[in-house]
């Protein structure tokens, strides 16, 4: 089939209490992995690209090799620009078959993002494209969290609800106590998602998708192989699938996953050529790195999204 958009894929996982995966990719082969996974378990996914993935993957690449993904396996596909913050980008993915864009400035305030959110919403609103904005501050591991009230630097539920209805957007990503990269929260450290929160704006603005990025859940058997191979990451958590899955039965429609990829692909790459040093035929390391992303997307669908067996 073509490559669709997220409008019915949100629908059904709001009214199913499950989640669709995006899953970032800045290699075509990472992002063969991942339909692969998807197409296995009959489930719909997310292939999502940030501006510098497309800056060097180029756009031309992107389109057609995500269409013919979408023409290969029987699954909905829909292709995603990530954190979109330069507006001609943001456009030029529209014009050029991106069938879902996401908006993020939610670095300038409010009313500005309300202004930037309303005018892309209005461009691809008219191309058939839908449009995600972001909303509040998702925390970096190296941003602190200035605690204002009870709801920090979180995503204030009545600013959640006024945002939605004045931009027409189409998903909202909220800050709940997720956080960007592969160091999330030190070992120790207690990951918690505000659930509290998550509860008054799907109140607010109920049957409306909302969004977790930086949910990444950084699976130590992946870390392991990274660093038994001469990979130098430190160790970290990521946020424990049993809240992701808690915040799947609510509103949250879609859940970001970035750093597991990339962990668990170049983890097997550099398994691979640890264990091969006399070859140098590319499909010796990068078959196995294709077949984990393909895996763990998989398991990550039916294990946590609970995405799986609704294509
Ligand atoms: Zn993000």
């Known amino acids: ?83 979109g913050k330069d507006m001609a980008t943001l456009k030029a993915c529209v014009d050029r078959g991106f069938t879902s864009v996401m908006i993020d400035a939610s670095a300038y305030e409010f009313e500005k993002n309300i202004e930037l959110t309303k005018e892309l919403v209005s461009y691809a609103h008219d191309r058939g494209v839908v449009v995600e904005s972001e909303l509040g501050a998702i925390a970096g591991i190296e ?11 979180f995503t204030h539920p009545d600013e959640a609800a006024e945002f939605v209805a004045r931009t027409g957007i189409d998903s909202l990503a909220i800050a709940i106590g997720t956080a960007h990269g592969a160091y999330k929260f030190k070992p120790g450290q207690k990951p918690q998602l505000r659930f509290d929160i998550l509860d008054e704006i799907q109140g607010l603005i109920p049957g409306f998708p909302l969004v977790l990025h930086g949910a990444s859940s950084v699976p130590q058997d992946r870390l392991a192989t990274f660093n038994e191979y001469g990979g130098q990451l430190q160790q970290a958590i990521g946020i424990p699938p049993e809240m992701l899955r808690e915040a799947a039965k609510k509103a949250v429609c879609k859940i970001n996953v970035g750093t597991d990829i990339r962990v668990c692909y170049f983890g097997e790459i550099r398994k691979a050529m640890a264990l091969n040093p006399t070859k140098f035929d590319g499909r010796t390391f990068l078959q196995p790195a294709r077949n984990a992303v393909a895996d763990m997307v998989a398991e990550r669908i039916t294990n946590v999204f609970g995405s799986n067996g609704k294509k």
């Open 143 to 153: 941003d602190e969290v200035v605690v204002e009230d009870k709801y920090g630097a």
């Open 1 to 83: 089939m073509a490559l669709v958009t997220t409008k019915e894929m949100f629908k059904k996982a709001y009214e199913g209490g499950y989640a669709i995966g995006a899953f970032n990719y800045d290699d075509n082969d990472i992002m063969h992995g991942i339909v692969e996974g998807a197409a296995r378990v009959d489930s719909p996914v997310m292939i999502a690209v940030s501006e510098g993935a497309l800056k060097y993957m180029q756009m031309e690449f992107v389109v057609h090799a995500a269409k013919a993904a979408a023409e290969k396996w029987d699954i909905p596909i829909a292709l995603h620009l990530d954190h």
